[in-house]
């Protein structure tokens, strides 16, 4: 049963235009939200967070939004460049639960010049 | 210099074998987490210690077994090797045990067993 899940395994957009990578979640207790980038053969890097306090969140080109009654956020990416290709993951977590996250399965996004 | 790092970053190895994987971070962190992730590019949460204590220990076969010489370091060694087991293994590293600490993962160990 998993508890995270991104649904869309791929994603390609034009340079230039917005990306939007989605993600679900099924628990209720979960308040504290994050997306991961990742390129090849290197480890998860973080890219912003969100707490179920709020709806939403921007840092730069980023803004990850929350719609706890739909238990789904996403991650928008505006302007998209071909440097945010990456594996992108989402995760989730209970606050004060000893730093467990749950991940989703990853997007691959591709941004064509 | 590397924040968090993992050797080997590939292994291949037969069935059966026991083999180990270190992890090494410079960042001063008091908390050092294993996740596998799977085939199906799950990342998956497999043990977390602070200060050398373990806190966090999901459903994973006790043929693995974290080890914490330090706080700088933790080590994953695997015993009786299956073909379950190939997958890509993260360590990772924040400041304390909260979620909404940073975790800085290494670059991954790609383990193949035939």
């Known amino acids: 049963d998993q508890q995270v899940k991104q649904n869309s395994p791929s994603l390609s957009v034009q340079e230039g235009r917005i990306s939007i990578l989605n993600c679900d979640y099924t628990n209720s207790m979960f308040d504290y939200f994050l997306w991961y980038k990742k390129y090849p053969a290197e480890g998860p890097t973080f890219l912003i967070s969100?707490?179920?306090?709020?709806d939403k969140n921007e840092d730069g080109r980023f803004t990850v939004f929350l719609n706890k009654s739909a238990k789904h956020l996403s991650l928008h990416i505006v302007p998209s460049q071909p440097g945010d290709s990456a594996v992108y993951f989402c995760a989730a977590s209970v606050s004060g639960n000893t730093g467990k996250l749950i991940f989703g399965q990853g997007t691959t996004l591709q941004v064509k010049p | 210099d590397t924040a968090v790092s993992q050797t080997p970053k590939y292994l291949v190895t037969q069935m059966g074998n026991d083999k180990s994987i270190k992890c090494e971070q410079n960042l001063g962190h008091d908390t050092m987490y294993w996740y596998k992730q799977d085939s199906k590019k799950f990342l998956k949460i497999m043990f977390s210690?602070?200060?050398?204590?373990?806190?966090i220990n999901e459903t994973v076969p006790n043929r693995f077994s974290p080890k914490s010489p330090d706080k700088a370091h933790l080590n994953l060694h695997i015993n009786s090797l299956e073909l379950g087991d190939s997958a890509v293994y993260f360590c990772?590293?924040?400041?304390?045990?909260?979620?909404?600490?940073?975790?800085?993962f290494g670059p991954g160990t790609r383990l193949l067993v035939l």
């Open positions: 969100i707490s179920s306090i709020k």
């Open positions: 210690y602070n200060n050398k204590e373990l806190i």
């Open positions: 990772a590293s924040s400041q304390v045990e909260r979620v909404q600490e940073t975790q800085y």
